[in-house]
């Protein structure tokens, strides 16, 4: 069994935002929803990094542990999913995602939010596969079809890698090793847990 | 002759204070000055940790320390990579606050069970005589018995939302809580700015009536009334109302202020800020619940005639007596009879039912 993971190489990341566009056209994301960003780290100093950043699908999440009416799930991917239907967007999973993942379409005052937003990996939510109700709600669900994320398709210098965490690990080592620098899995040991 | 020997004895007296604390201040100085020998150490420590190791990668330590870096997404905080105080967050949220604060409310109520069934009801000693003594003006009853209101639905949505997960999706089911939920959010969200209004008010309103003083002490002293056939003195407010009332003044202010927080996100809070917010809020309210049983019973079921001061505006004079002694002396040129009044409900009106008992 697969266990989806995103890994951003910082050492190939352009800052080109590629990603981010490429999500909001695959998912007809609402305004002011952007479910990936990317961050530029000492931007415009000698050895500036930048990475992609999305929701990371943490094996013991941090959202679904506080989230009051227990809205999200796991998939036999290590996806982590959430049900529109239920969320009542209170922006609990908000304040513990470390990674900032969670969005909401408004934010106003009486903590008016509306239901929460993010990255689905591409794989929709719990309503039918590719339904018009699933595309409406969470956008693609190209894992339905065999198809990655279009965040990490779509990158120019595949920086940003999704896919099975083992052969996202295996092509990062490889390019690690050739390159004789460090391994910087960004992220990782917060989202994963410590030795991954 | 005796006036200069009087400025001789003073000067000399003056001389030897000088003379004893200086000696004081020298032996003081001796034994601090070789300490601050460790005070350079420790600045000279500090300074060298500032250094930076020129083989160490500090881009992604301040990453994993929350520092953040440039984005083109426009928002509160969108450059910060990792949030760490998230975490914690959660660990406080589930762990103490979600397993311990029930207990205290728990507590709460078994200690009231325990003052009811042991100590029994705190009855009047003697039969109302259908004389009462005006205690709330009727804008007073209407603030408190809205401020109440109000506070049970809060506390109610609010307890729904800590602990309906754990409760109530067993009994409703996740769809049919989450119905629930989503109506108990919007109701605690837009009724918690109208109830900070009238806890405020009720702050600037009755504060004067709660200012502690010598009373209060002895009240304590005494048991405050708890223990049977002692009657402690009181003016208008006895020392446990004091305690109820700045009670909700400090802890329910915080109460107040973090919802207000949380219920506004506009003001660029950042996550740290909501993360606070809510645990304080989340604990705070669920003392202030716990405390409310115990109101909630000495006003009704604990004390006979206490109701009726806040429903008729009206108490009977053998309760102003019995409980607020020092109050009814000076009110008791108000006295008037119950039937003038037209008075239809309390203690004073049935008179059969308030017969003196045994306790």
Known sequence: MARMKFLCDAERCIECNACVTACKNE?????????????????????????????????????????????????????VLHDKDLCIGCGYCFYACPFGAPQYPQQEAFGVRGKMDKCTFCAGGPDADNSDAEYTKYGANRVAEGKLPACAEMCSTKALLAGDGDMVADIYRERVMRRAGRPQTWGWDKAYGAGV | ??????????????????????????????????????????????????????????????????????????????????????????????GPVASIMPWVMGAALVAIALVFFIGGRHKLDHAPSGRVVPRWKLWERVLHWTTATLFIVLSITGLSLLFGRAVMIPVFGPEGFAAYASGAM??????????????????????????????????????????????????????????????????????????????????????????????????????????????????????????????????????????????????????????????????????????????
């Open chain 2, 186 to 359: 919007m109701t605690h969200n837009y009724v918690g700015p109208f109830f900070t209004i009238c806890v405020g008010i009720m702050a600037l309103a009755w504060a004067w009536h709660n200012i502690p003083n010598k009373t209060d002490l002895e009240w304590f002293k005494a048991g405050g009334g708890f223990i049977k056939g002692k009657h402690p003195s009181a003016g208008r407010m006895n020392g446990g109302e004091k305690v109820w009332f700045w009670f909700i003044v400090f802890v329910g202010g915080a109460v107040c202020v973090t919802g207000v927080v949380l219920d506004f996100p506009i003001w660029g809070q950042t996550r740290e800020t909501m993360q606070q917010a809510q645990l304080v809020h989340a604990v705070a309210a669920i003392l202030w619940i716990s405390l409310f049983f115990g109101h909630a019973y000495i006003g009704t079921l604990g004390t006979e005639g206490a109701i009726d001061g806040m429903t008729t505006g009206y108490t009977s004079v053998e309760w102003a007596k019995q409980h607020h002694d020092l109050w009814y002396e000076e009110v008791k040129d108000q006295e008037i009879d119950a039937d003038e009044i037209g008075l239809t409900k309390g203690v004073a009106v049935n008179r059969d039912s308030g017969a003196p008992t045994s306790g």
């Open chain 1, 27 to 79: 998912n007809e994301v609402p305004w002011g929803v952007n479910r990936r960003r990317v961050v530029t780290l000492n931007d415009g100093v000698p050895g500036e990094k930048s990475i992609s950043v999305a929701c990371m699908h943490c094996t013991d999440a941090p959202c679904a542990a506080v989230c009051p009416v227990d809205c999200f799930y796991t998939t036999d991917d290590g996806i």
């Open chain 2, 1 to 94: 002759m005796k006036d200069q020997d009087h400025a001789k004895a003073r000067s000399r007296r003056i001389h030897r204070r000088i003379m004893l604390w200086s000696l004081l201040l020298i032996g003081l100085g001796a034994m601090v000055a070789p300490l601050t020998g460790y005070l350079f150490v420790e600045i000279a420590g500090a300074q060298s940790f500032e250094e930076v190791n020129p083989r160490s990668e500090t881009t992604w330590r301040d990453v994993r320390e929350g520092n953040g870096g440039v984005t083109t997404i426009q928002g509160n905080e969108t450059g910060v990579l990792i949030q760490n105080g998230g975490e914690n967050y959660r660990q406080l949220r589930n």
